[in-house]
């Protein structure tokens, strides 16, 4: 049998979260748990074990950005094809 002794409802998992210097309203919280998917419902009550808020919080992470090509990576290459972009502009006025 599960143990239920972790379900924590949305409210308590707001508060947690609040008292930790997190603001974020139980509304969010529920709206967010729903678009990923991360919380268990039994009829009308919806409520929370340790893996959801687990999953709530990887889902909070920022996305990465993709990496910036450095001046050690610019090639010859790279030199010609923005030279050539930059002729051909002039070339326009």
Do not use: H
């Amino acid at each position: 049998m599960v143990d239920l002794s972790q379900a924590m409802t949305p409210a308590m998992v707001a508060k947690t979260l609040r008292n930790r210097g997190i603001m974020i309203s139980e509304r969010t919280l529920r709206e967010r748990a729903r678009r990923i998917g991360a919380f268990r419902e039994i009829g009308k009550a919806m409520f929370f074990m340790p893996e959801d808020i687990e999953a709530l919080l990887e889902a909070a992470k920022p996305a990465q950005k993709p990496p910036t090509l450095s001046a050690n990576q610019w090639t010859d290459k790279d030199t010609a094809n923005l030279r050539a972009t930059l002729i051909a502009r002039e070339r326009r006025k």
